[in-house]
């Protein structure tokens, strides 16, 4: 089993949940990070730490979220791995309670 960084992210890009992971398994892309599910040792740290809880077991994905599952697997082979925190988006309280981001997603 996995954890899965869901839509919620999008545009928000808070960091916290990368500076408790002790596998490095978070991914850094334009607008988003990503959980590699080849890493992710199921250890539950980063899901509280997500402000926008944008963290989701695979086992508690929605429906809607499922998509998320593989594109998280497809995006961390493409993007660079994150390993510690950084400053949020400007305009990331903005986009805090956006949902349907999923259009906004920059691969």
Same mark, same amino acid.
């Given at each position: 089993?996995?954890?899965?960084?869901?839509?919620? *992210? =999008?545009? *928000?890009?808070?960091? &916290?949940?990368? &500076? %408790? *992971?002790?596998?490095?398994?978070?991914?850094?892309?334009?607008?988003?990070? %990503? =959980?590699?599910?080849?890493?992710?040792i199921d250890c539950a740290m980063c899901e509280p730490e997500c402000p926008v809880n944008? =963290?989701?077991?695979?086992?508690?994905?929605?429906?809607?979220?499922?998509?998320?599952?593989?594109?998280? &697997?497809?995006?961390?082979?493409? @993007?660079? %791995? =994150?390993?510690?925190?950084?400053?949020?988006?400007?305009?990331? &309280?903005? @986009?805090?309670? %956006?949902?349907?981001?999923?259009?906004?997603?920059?691969?």
């Amino acid at each position: 089993m996995t954890f899965v960084v869901t839509e919620s *992210c =999008i545009k *928000c890009k808070y960091t &916290e949940c990368v &500076e %408790v *992971c002790p596998v490095d398994c978070f991914h850094e892309g334009p607008n988003m990070l %990503v =959980i590699d599910p080849e890493d992710c040792i199921d250890c539950a740290m980063c899901e509280p730490e997500c402000p926008v809880n944008a =963290i989701v077991s695979e086992d508690d994905l929605t429906e809607t979220q499922l998509e998320f599952l593989s594109l998280n &697997e497809q995006l961390a082979s493409k @993007w660079p %791995v =994150i390993t510690s925190m950084i400053s949020a988006p400007e305009d990331a &309280e903005k @986009w805090k309670s %956006v949902v349907n981001k999923r259009d906004y997603l920059e691969e």
